[in-house]
């Protein structure tokens, strides 16, 4: 479901238009942006609706837990009875046992709904009524891995839900429409099923009766259409791939129908099937010439169309919006259900929404995230990069505390607010950028063709591909970008200095994270592009700290430095001049008894600076010289010392003040663990014949003091510690 054109609320259409307005075409070539405006407006006017029908799509008072059994078939037949505004059906549920025992089981159907009866193989059952859900005993107790089949009977008059449930409605020419859509929680409203996205029936067959003036569309493969000699018709349809609850659908009126086709392999097509309100056919048969390119893209990047046994189509109803109804999208009748993303947007769901579908409504993101950055993948692939990165820089850029992950799924506005769509999309963007072009896109293969296929997955599901793919740690991405909220607002300058030794220079970045709210630090490869004259060069660094300075050494002057310039990442960027700041070089560790030097550095203003202990002290034997910022001198005890430096300019305001550690190890001990043991030989070992790292400093290293590091002073240690050998001496 398209963010960009769907109210995430309950909606009925009077609320957004005048039913006799005929459809607008400038909406037709909205920008997403433009789109994302119109839906703001629209939604604060939908608001008083999604209220006084929240509760409905909430309620479903609950004595199981619907685990206890995996659907494997529904057999659908419905009667639409148009002018009565009334539906009757009879729906058999097939089901096989997954827990150890059951005797009763729990069907989802609103209340407002008359079952008069149910039953089973052997005859009628016995049932209550439980709020929404319908409570059935079984004809006896089955074992797990038995299956057993139940058909319910039932009528009535079904009420809107959810975000428009089963709606007889007219549309803008005057004509009536039927159609529904279920999600998140709306199938119960008119008729009964186990209403939950990850318990997927393996197949359906649909039966579905109405007035012989109008058409009726439906998910899978026409099978056959009877007219009955009443006055109706039935049409039956085929699903036979397995398909949510949430994804069956039906939509009735007075159609125009038109086919187009979608080649695969060297004598293989599949029919691309459009329903249209007879007023709409021109516009639809230049709106949706696109698909076929689309679904070759998609095909060429994800993997096959997933449902190519069957079909995809689209179908004209009354909602303000779009949803991907599996094999065929159910789109608004006005300009919006032509606009060019919202028919690439419910397209990209037959793969990521439809195929793998959102195991809950907390993983939201799962379904229109991955369908928003699916558009701005056929942007890339027909228009180019640049146009990539321009769609990706159009989504909007949150600052409310909404996270990806939807932890509050009693609210439609959390599970369906804009941060699952275009923040989610951002996700994936920079999850790019992270492992690289070709690791992300055998990501989504190895995603289309993982146990997920034809299922439901989570978070960590999806994360776990990426892990195993990448071969990369990426708990830190999903905990900062999925999981919490808010993005980092990046303070930066720059200061250039020719080299002391005359190669170069040496460009000193300073990179500061901050926020408006509740403050965290992100962690992302950034890219530093440098420009000289005409040549830029980018310089890829990875962040996460909250205050750092990176120093490069180049051998020409910088003109211009661009942080992210491609916009990688989801972000604030504030340049600023360059004032007075620390570098914030690490100080190398000192040996106990050897003479110490190293230096605190800052740049910026007149350079007449001075250094002082701010806090903590300096190890013993050691001080620091408040002109030049040396500390010198010989340390005589071992540990790591803590301290904080304040450096200011004498003849200005300007300052600047930074912690650091100083650690002092003794004779023998390179691993730095404060103790000299066989730890310190292994170190040795693996620094002289493994590449492991250099002993810092090397003194320590140094066990048997003839200055050189070698095999000898493992076997000085060795001595030391097993057979009463002298103490290291470096």
């Known amino acids: 479901m398209l963010i960009q054109l769907v109210l995430a609320i309950l909606l009925l259409p009077n609320l957004l238009a005048d039913e006799n307005e005929p459809v607008q075409n400038e909406h037709r070539d909205a920008t997403p942006s433009e789109v994302h405006r119109i839906l703001s407006e629209a939604k604060t006017r939908a608001l008083a609706a999604r209220l006084e029908f929240a509760a409905a799509a909430a309620k479903a008072v609950s004595i199981y837990d619907q685990a206890d059994y995996d659907v494997r078939h529904y057999d659908i037949n419905l009667t639409v009875d148009v002018a009565g505004k009334r539906l009757a059906g009879l729906v058999t549920l097939t089901a096989e046992v997954v827990s150890d025992e059951i005797s009763n089981i729990e069907v989802d159907l609103f209340s407002n709904m008359i079952v008069s009866s149910v039953y089973g193989a052997s005859g009628p059952l016995s049932f209550t009524r439980n709020g929404d859900r319908i409570i059935i005993g079984l004809d006896r107790t089955y074992a797990a891995g038995e299956t057993f089949s139940i058909s319910i009977e039932y009528d009535g008059s079904p009420i809107p839900s959810g975000l428009y449930g089963f709606v007889f409605d007219v549309n803008s020419y005057g004509n009536d429409v039927v159609a529904s859509l279920s999600q998140p929680m709306s199938a119960r409203s008119w008729w009964p099923c186990k209403d939950r996205p990850d318990d997927k029936a393996d197949s359906l067959d649909m039966s579905i009766t109405c007035d012989e003036e109008y058409y009726c569309v439906s998910n899978g493969t026409l099978t056959g259409m009877i007219i009955n000699g009443d006055g109706t018709r039935t049409f039956n349809y085929r699903i036979r791939y397995p398909v949510a609850t949430y994804l069956f659908s039906i939509a009735i009126a007075d159609y125009a129908i038109w086919t187009d086709w979608y080649y695969h392999g060297a004598n293989d097509s599949m029919p691309i099937i459009n329903c249209v309100y007879p007023e709409n056919l021109d516009l639809s048969l230049a709106a949706y010439a696109i698909v076929p390119e689309v679904i070759d893209v998609f095909t060429n990047l994800f993997g096959e169309y997933p449902f190519i046994n069957e079909k995809y189509g689209h179908v004209n109803f009354e909602w303000v919006g779009a949803l991907e109804h599996q094999t065929v999208a159910s789109m608004t009748g006005n300009a919006f259900g032509f606009n060019e993303y919202v028919i690439i947007h419910e397209l990209a769901h037959q793969w990521w929404g439809d195929m793998i579908t959102c195991q809950n409504w907390h993983e939201t993101w799962l379904n229109e995230g991955f369908a928003t950055y699916s558009e701005a993948l056929f942007i890339e692939c027909r228009d180019g990069k640049p146009a990539y990165h321009d769609y990706i820089a159009s989504l909007y850029t949150y600052f409310e505390q909404r996270t990806v992950y939807v932890y509050d799924t009693s609210d439609l ?226 540990g790591r010392y803590d301290f904080e430096v304040y450096t200011f300019l004498t003849d200005d305001t300007l300052s600047d003040i930074q912690e650091y550690s100083l650690t002092i190890l003794s004779c023998g001990d390179p691993n730095g663990d404060m103790a000299v043991n066989i730890l310190d030989a292994a170190f040795i070992i693996n620094y002289l014949y493994r590449n492991g790292p250099e002993p810092e400093p090397g003194d320590v290293a140094d066990a048997d003091g003839d200055g050189n590091i070698n095999i000898l002073d493992v076997a000085y240690i060795v001595n030391y510690l097993y057979k009463n050998g002298p103490e290291p001496i470096c």
């Open 413 to 638: 506005g959390e599970i369906f607010n804009s941060v699952v769509y275009d923040k989610g999309a951002w996700v994936l963007h920079m999850l790019r950028r992270v492992v690289g072009d070709s690791t992300f896109f055998e990501i989504l293969r190895d995603y289309y063709n993982s146990t997920h296929k034809y299922g439901s997955a989570t978070t960590e599901d999806f994360r776990n591909i990426c892990e195993n793919a990448s071969a990369m740690e990426l708990d830190y991405f999903f905990d900062e970008w999925v999981y919490n909220p808010y993005f980092p607002h990046y303070h930066w300058s720059y200061f250039v200095e020719p080299d002391p030794g005359g190669e170069g220079y040496h460009t000193y970045i300073h990179l500061r994270q901050g926020a408006s709210t509740i403050f965290q630090v992100f962690s992302m490869p950034i890219d530093l592009a440098l420009s000289y004259d005409q040549i830029l060069d980018t310089i890829v660094v990875f962040n996460n700290c909250e205050d750092t300075v990176y120093v490069l050494k180049t051998d020409e002057n910088p003109t211009g430095i661009e942080l992210d310039p491609d916009n990688w990442i989801m972000k604030w960027n504030r340049p600023e001049d360059w004032s007075y700041q620390q570098i914030p070089f690490g100080l190398g560790n000192g040996a106990v008894n050897k003479p110490y030097l190293d230096s605190i550095v800052a740049r910026g203003g007149s350079g007449n600076n001075r250094y002082e202990i701010a806090s903590g002290t300096l190890p013993p034997g050691l001080e620091l010289d408040n002109l030049s910022g040396h500390i010198t001198g010989t340390p005589t005890v071992i």
